[in-house]
């Protein structure tokens, strides 16, 4: 399965991931709960 990003959300997941533990922990553990987090805010 492909995804396609457009705009800034593409670059803010591995950003997130990069700086926050917890949240790498949650993309490996069930991503889409991880990336919904992320259109949240």
Do not use: W
């Amino acid at each position: 399965m492909a995804f396609s990003y457009s705009g800034e959300i593409g670059p803010r997941i591995p950003a997130k991931a990069a700086e926050d533990e917890g949240f790498r922990a949650q993309l490996i553990d069930d991503p889409k709960a991880a990336i919904s987090e992320v259109f949240r805010h």
